[in-house]
């Protein structure tokens, strides 16, 4: 914390923004480490605590809505010895003051923690269907998606990233007519090289999956029942629902409004800290060192290391190396993308015997040293002797 008069701030309560996965580990740690400061969590939605990630595989797992979330706000306001103010809005930050202000009311902290996490992307679309589609960010949106799904059997996914991949798998399996719209001429373009992206679209075209690649959406007009999609090339398809998965843009408005710097999301250092004083970020909202990580692993990295330092030992957070894993059980994938696009991909397609397992190897021409890793199918058995491999710095 800075060096301001203790009497202005002994009494303060450390306040985080954010009760997804960041804000609640902050939480959790810091609670291994200090059990008496004052602890304000803000919320604005009603505070439970859930996985998200168990969002695209929860009909596989035969798992309604109101089984996904393990704890309400009471029962994580228990645990933390927390307060926790459930669907408050917070309207700005002052941070000359130490304070932010919730539906009207100024709260001072000691230290402030912005885990405001991301919202869907949105690009323009035409017709009087675009403003229906649908988008799964958190347990409210998977409310509501489920409860649309009801009594309907075909979906439209566009966006054929991770989580558009791992919806479309949940969906076929459970009996749904699927189609994956992306622009890419394959799957998972940003994590796997054209050869690899190549197989896994094999692998989701052979489990049912309707794949429309190298094309967009142009436009979505309502029929009688459902929607009719006119694609980029002129192509039409007809689905009961349509859910955008085209990614994330970090939630930054709140920070920005305050005069934080914004690179990309709300900029950190290594230590979590903003460009204000007290004030922290993590999780999908923050790019810490100019870099956006809107995985699990790095959120739990940063999380531990940050409450450290609200306990008063300045903790760098440092990334190990951190797989991807894609819950796709029809072509399973792990991935360690590349940190530079300075190397070369060595490729295996139908490696180990098995229908559509790849195994690719991104390593330094000269050093030979492996810097990341795109494994399919039965080929993810050799996650762990390369994670050890590349920990270790070693040449292949």
Same mark, same amino acid.
């Given at each position: 914390?800075?060096?301001?008069?203790?009497?202005?701030?002994?009494?303060?309560?450390?306040?985080? !923004?954010?009760?997804?996965?960041?804000?609640? %580990?902050?939480?959790?740690?810091?609670?291994?480490?200090?059990?008496?400061?004052?602890? $304000?969590?803000?919320?604005?939605?009603?505070?439970?605590?859930?996985?998200?990630?168990?969002?695209?595989?929860?009909?596989?797992?035969?798992?309604?809505?109101?089984?996904?979330?393990?704890? &309400? #706000?009471?029962?994580?306001?228990?645990?933390?010895?927390?307060?926790?103010?459930?669907?408050?809005?917070?309207?700005?930050?002052?941070? !000359?003051?130490?304070?932010?202000?919730?539906?009207?009311?100024?709260?001072? @902290?000691?230290?402030?923690?912005?885990?405001?996490?991301?919202? +869907?992307?949105?690009?323009?679309?035409?017709?009087?269907?675009?403003?229906? *589609?649908?988008?799964?960010?958190?347990?409210?949106? @998977?409310?509501?998606?489920?409860?649309?799904? =009801?009594?309907?059997?075909?979906?439209?996914?566009?966006?054929?990233?991770?989580?558009?991949?791992?919806?479309?798998?949940? /969906?076929?399996?459970?009996?749904?007519?699927?189609?994956?719209?992306?622009?890419?001429?394959?799957?998972?373009?940003?994590? /796997?090289?054209?050869?690899?992206?190549?197989? @896994?679209?094999?692998?989701?075209?052979?489990?049912?999956?309707?794949?429309?690649?190298?094309?967009?959406?142009?436009?979505? !007009?309502?029929?009688?029942?459902?929607?009719?999609?006119?694609?980029? &090339?002129?192509?039409?398809?007809?689905?009961?629902?349509?859910?955008?998965?085209?990614?994330?843009?970090?939630?930054?408005?709140?920070?920005?409004?305050?005069?934080?710097?914004?690179?990309?999301?709300?900029?950190?250092?290594?230590?979590?800290? %903003?460009? =204000?004083?007290?004030?922290?970020?993590?999780?999908?909202?923050?790019?810490?060192?100019?870099? $956006?990580?809107? @995985? *699990?692993?790095?959120?739990?990295?940063? #999380?531990?290391? /940050?409450?450290?330092?609200?306990?008063? %030992?300045?903790?760098?957070?440092?990334?190990?190396?951190? +797989?991807? !894993?894609?819950?796709?059980?029809?072509?399973?994938?792990?991935?360690?993308?590349? =940190?530079?696009?300075?190397?070369?991909? %060595?490729?295996?397609?139908?490696?180990? &015997?098995?229908?559509? #397992?790849?195994?690719?190897?991104?390593?330094?021409?000269?050093?030979?040293?492996?810097?990341?890793?795109?494994?399919?199918?039965?080929?993810?058995? &050799?996650?762990?002797?390369?994670?050890?491999?590349?920990?270790?710095?070693?040449?292949?």
């Amino acid at each position: 914390m800075s060096q301001r008069d203790a009497s202005m701030g002994q009494h303060d309560p450390l306040v985080i !923004v954010g009760t997804g996965l960041a804000g609640y %580990t902050v939480a959790r740690e810091l609670r291994k480490l200090d059990g008496d400061t004052p602890l $304000v969590i803000v919320s604005r939605n009603d505070g439970s605590f859930y996985s998200k990630p168990a969002l695209s595989n929860a009909l596989a797992m035969k798992k309604a809505p109101s089984e996904l979330a393990s704890f &309400d #706000a009471q029962a994580m306001a228990a645990q933390l010895r927390a307060q926790i103010w459930t669907y408050r809005q917070v309207e700005r930050i002052v941070p !000359v003051e130490h304070a932010i202000v919730v539906d009207g009311q100024r709260l001072r @902290y000691r230290a402030l923690v912005l885990a405001t996490g991301a919202a +869907p992307r949105r690009v323009p679309i035409e017709g009087n269907g675009a403003g229906d *589609v649908l988008s799964v960010n958190d347990l409210h949106d @998977y409310v509501r998606f489920r409860e649309t799904l =009801a009594l309907r059997r075909s979906v439209a996914i566009v966006g054929a990233g991770l989580i558009g991949c791992e919806f479309a798998n949940d /969906l076929i399996a459970a009996g749904y007519a699927v189609s994956l719209i992306d622009p890419a001429d394959a799957p998972l373009s940003r994590l /796997l090289p054209p050869e690899v992206g190549a197989e @896994y679209a094999r692998a989701l075209a052979d489990a049912g999956v309707d794949l429309r690649l190298s094309r967009g959406v142009s436009a979505i !007009v309502r029929r009688e029942s459902g929607y009719r999609l006119t694609l980029t &090339d002129g192509a039409v398809l007809d689905a009961d629902v349509v859910v955008s998965a085209i990614g994330l843009v970090p939630n930054t408005s709140l920070a920005s409004a305050a005069g934080l710097q914004i690179e990309g999301g709300i900029a950190t250092d290594a230590w979590c800290r %903003t460009s =204000a004083p007290d004030v922290y970020a993590l999780g999908d909202c923050a790019a810490i060192e100019g870099r $956006v990580q809107p @995985y *699990v692993l790095p959120i739990m990295h940063a #999380a531990r290391a /940050l409450a450290r330092t609200l306990c008063g %030992t300045l903790t760098q957070v440092v990334f190990p190396v951190m +797989p991807i !894993v894609v819950k796709t059980p029809v072509v399973p994938a792990v991935i360690v993308p590349p =940190a530079t696009p300075q190397g070369r991909w %060595t490729i295996d397609v139908g490696t180990h &015997d098995s229908p559509h #397992a790849a195994r690719a190897l991104f390593e330094d021409p000269a050093t030979k040293r492996l810097m990341g890793f795109a494994l399919l199918g039965a080929a993810t058995a &050799d996650k762990a002797a390369l994670l050890k491999q590349m920990a270790s710095g070693a040449g292949s």
